[in-house]
């Protein structure tokens, strides 16, 4: 089983997680931010990881705090439950639409961690709570912490909570053929230097 447990504790937010990567895309989130949630919840369906998290953030000052750190646990605990990244097919792609809108996901689980965020969000907030430039935010703390580029690009959309559900889906998908097993070479490092990490 590839699993892994966080805990991250700070002045702005108190983490604690637990991950399967080899789920059925059972979740249990309570950030404080409703949309992360269920932003979250989407991720964790269409990837089928199995994740619980509690976050007591600061969101009496904003979701700010809470949507990075989450993030940056979210991420660590990929690449703890990962190991030395061996197996796993490392690349996943997937092109996502929700209902007007159009985003494509792509990620490498190279070992250098940046992402590449093209969207074009009319809103400058959804609900009361989720800034939508927190989007762009989630997406680096994930890749700086699990060593991944990622790629997000929004093809169409005008409603706000669409283009935001399609990125989320859409990475749970790339992510879920990312760490799945490669059948062809299931004890391979699917690098030609032979490490990742």
């Known amino acids: 089983m590839r699993t892994a447990s966080v805990t991250r504790n700070t002045t702005e937010t108190k983490i604690q997680l637990t991950l399967t990567i ?34 007591d953030g600061d969101v ?13 646990a979210l991420g660590r605990a990929f690449s703890e439950a990962l190991g030395e990244r061996r197996g796993i097919k490392r690349y996943g792609s997937f092109l996502l639409p929700m209902d ?14 940046m992402a590449v965020v093209n969207l074009d969000i009319p809103s400058e907030k959804i609900g009361s709570q989720f800034d939508t430039e927190l989007v762009e935010e989630f997406f680096i703390a994930f890749a700086r ?4 580029a990622i790629h997000l690009h929004q093809i169409a959309g005008k409603n706000s909570h669409h283009i935001v559900e399609a990125c989320f889906k859409g990475f749970g998908r790339s992510l879920g053929q990312a760490t799945s097993i490669d059948e062809v070479a299931p004890d391979e490092i699917p690098s030609t230097k032979g490490t990742i990490i």
């Not at 789920?23 to 994740?51: A, S, W």
């Not at 009496?60 to 940056?72: K, L, N, P, R």
Request: glycine share 12%; net charge negative; proline share 0%.
């Open 22 to 55: 080899d789920g059925t895309g059972q979740q249990k989130f309570q950030t404080g931010v409703g949309f992360l949630d269920h932003m979250l919840e989407l991720f964790c369906r269409h990837g089928r990881f199995d994740i619980e998290l509690v976050c």
């Open 60 to 72: 009496h000052v904003d979701a700010h705090h809470t949507t990075e750190d989450v993030a940056i």
């Open 100 to 113: 007007e809108s159009l985003v494509m996901t792509a990620i490498d689980i190279s070992g250098r961690g």
């Open 145 to 148: 912490e699990l060593g991944a």
